[in-house]
């Protein structure tokens, strides 16, 4: 089945202590982007790649930081978790060309105490 | 810079009634127009898009979507609401100038069908 995953699903931390929020894809797609979603503000992306080690920032990437060492991995990575980088997470990709609609995994709650 | 309006934070509709859900974007070369849906405690599904062509796009679910350039709309529409259509929409924009490749969406839009 073509699916976006990721990992963990839900995540409770204190500040401070890193963490990484894995995404996986298994349909061979060059582009993958994370996004964050608040309550009011929408979905905002806070980093995308356009393939293996071809990363750029987003509209929100403070405090937030990602590798893209194999196609099918997006790491989502936060050296220093903040309370106000609690939200939820999403990973998504799509195949090249900007036209092509995006496939999101079922979302990651973090929430940072 | 690019960006998306969803001016209504809740839309209200009875079943069985025709629904529209509100988008309005700006880009400064020609857009790329997504419609994603999202149900609770679920990621994103993509409903549809405008890229080029007709006006009118038809996608998943019975739903449909008026391109309108004069207007910079891209209103989400169909004709007869059921209650599982509840759930939280959101429209995106992509310029599809120059190789961008940011993708803005709106703030979302929450739909509630009444029996």
């Known amino acids: 089945e073509a699916q976006v995953t990721q990992n963990p699903r839900y995540l409770i931390t204190v500040t401070g202590k890193k963490l990484t929020v894995t995404c996986s894809q298994n349909?061979?797609?060059?582009?993958m982007s994370w996004y964050r979603q608040d309550p009011g503000l929408g979905l905002r992306q806070i980093y995308y790649s356009m393939n293996v080690e071809v990363t750029d920032k987003g509209d929100v990437p403070e405090g937030y930081k990602v590798s893209r060492k194999e196609k099918r991995n997006f790491p989502l990575i936060l050296e220093s978790p903040s309370p106000n980088q609690t939200s939820l997470y999403f990973c998504?990709?799509?195949?090249?060309?900007?036209?092509?609609?995006?496939?999101f995994g079922p979302g990651t709650r973090l929430t940072v105490t | 810079a690019q960006s998306v309006a969803q001016p209504e934070d809740q839309v209200n509709v009875a079943e069985g009634n025709p629904l529209t859900v509100k988008c309005t974007y700006s880009v400064s070369g020609n857009p790329y127009l997504f419609w994603y849906v999202q149900y609770p405690n679920r990621g994103l599904q993509f409903l549809l898009k405008y890229i080029t062509g007709d006006n009118l796009v038809k996608g998943s679910y019975g739903f449909e979507a008026e391109f309108n350039k004069s207007q910079t709309s891209f209103h989400l529409k169909k004709p007869s609401a059921l209650v599982s259509d509840s759930a939280l929409y959101f429209c995106a924009v992509r310029d599809n100038s120059g190789g961008y490749q940011k993708v803005t969406f709106g703030t979302g839009t929450k739909l509630q069908v009444i029996p």
């Open positions: 349909m061979n797609h060059e582009y």
């Open positions: 998504a990709s799509r195949p090249q060309g900007a036209g092509y609609e995006q496939y």
